[in-house]
């Protein structure tokens, strides 16, 4: 299983060259995808729908570098920098394991989170990748949270694709990985484009979005991020193909 989908190339050389002329000019190249970052295991969906705003406040900041992917794509998923979300066929096997009780829903403290850069020049989409770290198992309400901004407060909300929600609920063991797939920009050269080296993760409680949220670190030279085009997938043990094509 897979945790990334392959992107086709969707500019021509031109465009390529404009979009890495941008990200250079703000500090960072949209080229992680030569250097060859480890490889996360991918597990199978879930979540429920509905919409959120980002939660308040900054929690610790997580290093990307962890890719995802689906049951039936082709292709693997392309660098990130930083911690990778693999956690080995065992953990894989755990995330699917429901435990017995009810689990409550994870928290900004529960799990660490990571980026990486799917397939496809130039860069459209990323793969979040969310671990349980907390000891005990958890459940991932809904999607992630995402702020793009200097501030989660302040930032625009994405949207979630309402195609991408699994229907159940995702409950991660102790140990065990899910992820979200993310579009950041459609790849056009006149895309309203800024470039993003970090950006807020929050997460979704019983009652509405939770207090609190991650920073977490772009992959390796940033991405470029068009806000009217972003979108977030539920999060899910594995992406699947149609489901998280968007």
Known sequence: MRTSIRRPVVLAATAVAALSLSLTACGGED??????????????????????TSG??????????????GTEKAGSGTAGSGES????????????KKPGAKAPACTADDVTVSAAKQEGVPTTHITLT????????????KYPLLAF????????????VAKSNPGVPIVLEAG???????????????DKNHAVTSFYVNFFATDGPAEGSKTVTAPKGGIA?????AKTGYWTYELRNGADDF
Not at 131 to 136: L, P, T
Request: glycine share 20%.
């Open 176 to 190: 065990a990985p899910a992820y979200a797939a993310v579009r950041v920009n459609n790849g056009g050269v006149d």
């Open 31 to 52: 080229g992680a995808k030569s250097d060859g970052a480890a490889k996360p295991p991918s597990a199978s969906k879930a979540a429920d729908g509905g919409a959120g």
């Open 130 to 141: 969310a671990k349980n770290v907390s000891g005990r198992a958890c459940t991932l309400l």
């Open 149 to 160: 901004g200097d501030l989660p407060q302040t930032s625009k909300d994405v949207p979630p």
């Open 56 to 69: 308040s406040g900054t929690g610790g900041s997580d290093t990307a570098g962890s890719t995802a992917g």
């Open 85 to 96: 979300g693999s956690g080995g066929v065992a953990a894989q096997a755990g995330s699917k």
């Open 225 to 229: 991020v068009d806000d009217a085009a």
